[in-house]
């Protein structure tokens, strides 16, 4: 079944600059009723809202500064999303860091941020007050949560989390019983997040020098393309699987290997 996004509601956190803006502008231009922008930044949110206010009018956008960590204030976005729009639709789990020195937080934010994210819109506000006979959730995940790198080990833990959360929270059991899919992407690097950056943000030299060699790897990508491709998979992806969207080319679902079907085990000798 093909998820509508005409006269639909999102939520989007981290959603007031960046890829997250970039998700909010493409909900709209696909007929979606009213984006909200749960983001930290009120800076950030004014310049948002002036943007899509001046793109596609009053009253399509609203800005609630939300620090997804403390679960009370991620619920409060969710009132004002229904206060405001009347519905909730889409849930976009976007806010997220990648700062190493930083890992405690980066943990906090990346996964328990996910996790409050998914209960509250799971368990409550996307059964309660969804527009259709369906609602969805999308976890920004990253290929750094299908794929080892060296440089950045505590990320990679936190998108292997979020894909860990994606499988477990779509199962059919939970879709069955809640009719929300729960979907997550794994964009490679974007334009929006310059991967030169990671340097001042890793744990030291040798994960620097790692860094050096992993970078040629990673071909960069448009964010328009992500916030497209997203919007597709979020439309048209089954419950419980995870989407890579790199270098630019159409989304294409990452498939976990079944251990009760692997061709060769190899024991330890």
């Known amino acids: 079944m093909v998820f509508e996004v005409k006269d639909k509601v999102a939520l989007i956190t981290g959603g007031a600059s960046g890829i997250g803006l970039r998700y909010a502008k493409e909900l709209l231009k696909q007929g979606a009723k009213g984006v909200v922008l749960a983001d930290i930044d009120p800076d950030f949110g004014a310049t948002a ?30 009132k004002k999303t229904v206060e405001t729009f009347k519905n909730v639709d ?26 409050n994210g998914v209960l509250l819109g799971l368990e409550n506000y ?13 976890n920004a995940s990253s ?7 060296g440089a950045i080990p505590i990320y990679c833990a936190t998108k292997f989390a979020v894909n860990g959360m994606t499988l477990s929270w779509g199962h059919p059991f939970h ?77 294409y679902k990452f498939v976990f290997p079944d251990r009760f079907k692997l061709s060769e085990k190899i024991f330890l000798k």
């Open 49 to 78: 809202l002036a943007e899509i206010d001046n793109e596609f009018g009053k009253n399509k956008a609203i800005f609630v500064k939300t620090d997804v960590i403390d679960i009370q204030q991620f619920e409060n976005a969710f």
């Open 90 to 115: 889409i849930l976009i789990n976007n806010a997220g860091i990648l700062n190493e020195k930083a890992w405690e937080k980066e943990i906090l934010l990346n996964v328990n941020g996910v996790v």
């Open 126 to 138: 996307l059964q309660k007050y969804r527009s259709g006979s369906e609602a969805v959730i999308v």
């Open 143 to 149: 290929i750094a949560g299908v794929e080892a790198y």
């Open 175 to 251: 879709y069955e019983r809640t009719k929300v899919k729960v979907v997550a992407i794994c964009p490679g690097v974007t334009e929006v997040r310059s991967i030169s950056d990671v340097a001042i943000r890793n744990l030291g030299p040798a994960y620097e020098e790692i860094r050096r060699i992993e970078v040629p790897k990673c071909k960069s990508q448009k964010p328009e393309h992500v916030a497209e491709a997203t919007i597709e998979v979020l439309r048209k992806a089954e419950s419980g699987t995870v989407w890579i969207i790199e270098a630019g080319e159409a989304p």
